[in-house]
C-alpha cells in the first residue's frame, strides 16, 4: 500500500527565513510525486511535479529515493506563501492520488 | 482552473436526508474523481470514474454512491447524510496527456450535516 507522511502539521517562520515542509512517502514501485498549494478557502493548485524537475515561486522539491523524500523548499519565504501545503503520491497506472495529511505554512512579517 | 465546477458550492442539510453535490467538467477528461477534506486527514479519495458508467470505490467510499451518465458530469450521492459528513468535498480530473498522472481540481463544496 502507498503512503505518505508530512510531519508537521504547521510551520511557522519569519519572512526572508528559509523554508522547508517535509515529505515522506512509501511505494514499491516508481514514485511520481506532486506538491500541491492550498490558499485560504480556495481550491488546490498544483504546485510543483518531481518529474518536471521546475522551480515555482521559488519553490523547488527534490526526490531521494534513498530516504524516500520529497521535501519542499524556499530559501526565503515570503508572506503570500502562507498556505496549506500538500504533497501527493501517484500509483504506476497513474489513476489514483493519495494525499499526506497537509502542512499549515504561516509566514510573519 | 481546468474547467471544473462544482454546485451547490455550500449546503446545510439534516442529518438522515439524501444530498447531491455535482461536478461539471468541460475539457471531455476521461478521469474524474471525488475527495473530502478534513483536517488532519488531507484529502481522502471517495470514489473515482475512468469513463461513462465506470466507477470504482476509494478509501472511503461507506456511505456514498456515485454515478456517471455523462463524460462531463460526475455526481455524488450521500444517501442518508450523517453529521460524520460534514466536511468540504473536492472533485478533480486528471490531466490529459501521455504521462500526465496529476489532478486539478474544482472550487470544493462546503457540506453542513445537522
Known amino acids: 500500500a502507498q503512503r505518505v507522511t508530512q510531519p508537521e502539521k504547521l510551520l511557522s517562520v519569519f519572512k526572508g527565513a528559509p523554508v522547508e515542509l517535509k515529505c515522506n512517502y512509501s511505494?514499491?514501485?516508481?514514485?511520481?510525486l506532486f506538491w500541491y498549494v492550498q490558499y485560504s478557502r480556495q481550491r488546490l493548485q498544483l504546485l510543483l511535479r518531481?518529474?518536471s524537475r521546475e522551480s515555482i515561486k521559488g519553490f523547488t522539491a527534490d526526490l531521494n529515493k534513498g530516504e524516500t523524500s520529497f521535501h519542499l523548499k524556499k530559501p526565503f519565504a515570503q508572506e503570500e506563501d502562507s498556505a496549506m501545503y500538500y504533497c501527493?503520491?501517484?500509483?504506476?497506472?497513474?489513476?489514483?492520488?493519495?494525499f499526506g495529511g497537509g502542512t499549515r505554512l504561516m509566514v510573519k512579517p | 482552473d481546468a474547467g471544473i465546477t462544482q454546485s451547490p458550492r455550500h449546503k446545510v442539510t439534516e442529518t438522515g436526508t439524501p444530498v447531491t453535490l455535482r461536478c461539471h467538467q468541460t475539457?471531455?477528461?476521461?478521469?474524474m474523481y471525488w475527495y473530502r477534506q478534513d483536517p488532519g486527514h488531507g484529502l481522502r479519495l471517495i470514489h473515482y470514474?475512468?469513463?461513462?458508467?465506470?466507477?470504482d470505490k476509494g478509501e472511503v467510499s461507506d456511505g456514498y454512491s456515485v454515478s456517471r451518465s455523462k463524460t462531463e458530469d460526475f455526481l455524488l450521492t450521500l444517501e442518508s447524510a450523517t453529521s460524520s459528513q460534514t466536511s468540504v468535498y473536492f472533485c478533480?480530473?486528471?490531466?490529459?496527456?501521455?504521462?500526465?498522472?496529476?489532478?486539478?481540481f474544482g472550487p470544493g463544496t462546503r457540506l453542513t450535516v445537522t
Open positions: 518531481h518529474i
Open positions: 470514474s475512468y469513463g461513462v458508467k465506470d466507477t
Open positions: 475539457e471531455n477528461h476521461r478521469y
Open positions: 478533480a480530473i486528471r490531466g490529459s496527456g501521455l504521462g500526465t498522472y496529476e489532478q486539478y
Open positions: 501527493a503520491l501517484s500509483n504506476n497506472a497513474g489513476n489514483m492520488l493519495t
Open positions: 511505494y514499491s514501485g516508481s514514485p511520481e
